[in-house]
């Protein structure tokens, strides 16, 4: 077999040549560059320069302290409703070609995330007192 029929077959290992070759160039480029990095990079290590710096302001306490699981659980919350919205978009766009089919399907929709968001609301995860 010629070169042209081996690439003009599907499923051979030769077709994931090129991927192969972008992965080892661009590993290789990364290492490289930490490396040249590395070697010319200044080699002068003092306090100063090892201490944290926190946009001019210093830092206060220890870093590690624990979060509160209600502000993750807002910020997921968020992310959720968010992404209800922008799937309001598409039927803004089409919603004369949609009809009353289409009308429907959007408010099972936002039923479904009402139950949703009744459901968190009875559950407390929006209460901040504790």
């Not at 944290?52 to 919350?77: C, D, H, T, W």
């Not at 289409?102 to 929006?126: D, R």
Request: hydrophobic letters at 55%; a neutral charge; one cysteine or more.
């Amino acid at each position: 077999m010629n070169f042209l029929m081996l690439a003009a077959e599907p499923n051979t290992p030769f077709n994931y040549f090129p991927i192969a070759l972008q992965l080892v160039v661009a590993i290789g480029f990364v290492v490289i560059m930490m490396a040249v990095t590395h070697l010319l990079g200044p080699r002068r290590k003092t306090n100063d320069k090892l201490v944290n710096f926190e946009s001019g302001i210093p830092s206060v306490g220890n870093a590690r302290q624990p979060m509160g699981i209600k502000y993750f659980l807002v910020a997921i919350l968020f992310v959720l409703f968010d992404v209800e919205v922008i799937f309001f978009y598409p039927y803004a766009v089409n919603f004369r070609f949609l009809g009353q089919d289409g009308f429907m399907e959007v408010v099972m929709f936002v039923g479904f995330f009402l139950c949703g968001f009744i459901y968190i609301v009875k559950k407390g995860a929006l209460d901040w007192e504790d």
